[in-house]
């Protein structure tokens, strides 16, 4: 079953509860205890108290230092932000220069049907794994999700689109928790869907400059081969979704064990 969404917000793109699979033995992801998605900062005053109504205690904001710049995060009073920057050694990694990648309808389709575009996000997966920056962000997060207490509020994490460093963060948690691979894949290409409707101004602008739309998608979306490099590149560096948190991100059995307790329902 997909993931249950929250509330829709036109200002938050690829908004939704990253709890509500189920687990391969039985099990349940919780819901209400995590939401993902792309930028927060498009928050009007209404938008801002339609956030609020979610709870959310903790934002942890995965893009590089230029993105926060450029778009700030606009949060509610009361909620605490943490800055965990995976692409902070290699900021100029796809995922993070989108509007620039896109300003030429002639060398975006050339690169989509050469399969530059492909190859790229394809290593960007990889890094996702052994980039030291990216190590160090993913287990700030995932320390801050099995360290908050029964009474915590929310967390919610995001990068610009909610797709690709977000997507990650999503399907490896999952993997630990004991989804089965084909649901874990159904909720990510979720964003092939949602991240396409919130840049459908910059697709519209790429169209009326004479590109063909459809060249976007591997740019704007996401496809199964760039999670599949990423837990590709996972098992051939660490063996299994256990070893990259232990060794990968310093995340023992103790910490999987809280996530477990704190994410799972039986």
């Known amino acids: 079953?997909?993931?249950?969404?929250?509330?829709?917000?036109?200002?938050?793109?690829?908004?939704?509860?990253?709890?509500?699979?189920?687990?391969?033995?039985?099990?349940?992801?919780?819901t209400g205890l995590l939401y993902r998605s792309?930028?927060?900062?498009?928050?009007?005053?209404?938008?801002?108290?339609?956030?609020?109504?979610?709870?959310?205690?903790?934002?942890?904001?995965?893009?590089?230092?230029a993105e926060r710049t450029a778009g700030p995060d606009r949060l509610p009073d009361g909620v605490g932000l943490l800055v965990a920057n995976v692409l902070g050694d290699h900021d100029h990694a796809v995922p993070a220069q989108l509007p620039r990648l896109i300003r030429s309808p002639a060398d975006v389709e050339r690169?989509?049907?050469?399969?530059?575009?492909?190859?790229?996000?394809?290593?960007?997966?990889r890094e996702f794994v052994t980039?030291?920056?990216?190590?160090?962000?993913?287990?700030?997060?995932?320390?801050?999700?099995?360290?908050?207490?029964d009474d915590a509020g929310p967390l919610l994490y995001h990068c610009t689109a909610g797709k690709d460093r977000t997507g990650w963060a999503s399907a490896?948690?999952?993997?630990?928790?004991?989804?089965?691979?084909?649901?874990?894949?159904?909720d990510f290409m979720l964003s092939d869907e949602l991240a396409l409707r919130a840049f459908r101004p910059l697709i519209d602008a790429f169209a009326a400059g004479g590109g063909d739309p459809d060249a976007l998608r591997p740019i704007l979306g996401v496809q199964p081969g760039y999670l599949r490099a990423g837990v590709d590149h996972l098992r051939a560096v660490h063996g299994t979704i256990e070893g990259w948190f232990a060794d990968g991100l310093g995340l023992g059995a103790d910490v999987q064990a809280r996530l477990r307790e704190r994410l799972l329902e039986r």
């Open 1 to 30: 079953m997909p993931t249950r969404p929250a509330p829709p917000l036109a200002a938050v793109p690829n908004l939704r509860d990253a709890g509500g699979l189920e687990t391969v033995d039985g099990g349940r992801v919780r």
């Open 38 to 65: 792309g930028q927060l900062d498009r928050l009007d005053d209404g938008a801002l108290e339609r956030f609020a109504a979610l709870g959310v205690a903790t934002v942890v904001d995965l893009r590089t230092t």
């Open 111 to 125: 690169a989509v049907r050469d399969g530059v575009v492909q190859r790229l996000f394809e290593q960007t997966y």
């Open 131 to 149: 980039l030291p920056s990216a190590r160090e962000a993913y287990a700030l997060l995932f320390r801050s999700i099995a360290d908050a207490g």
């Open 172 to 186: 490896s948690l999952l993997m630990l928790l004991g989804v089965p691979d084909e649901a874990i894949l159904d």
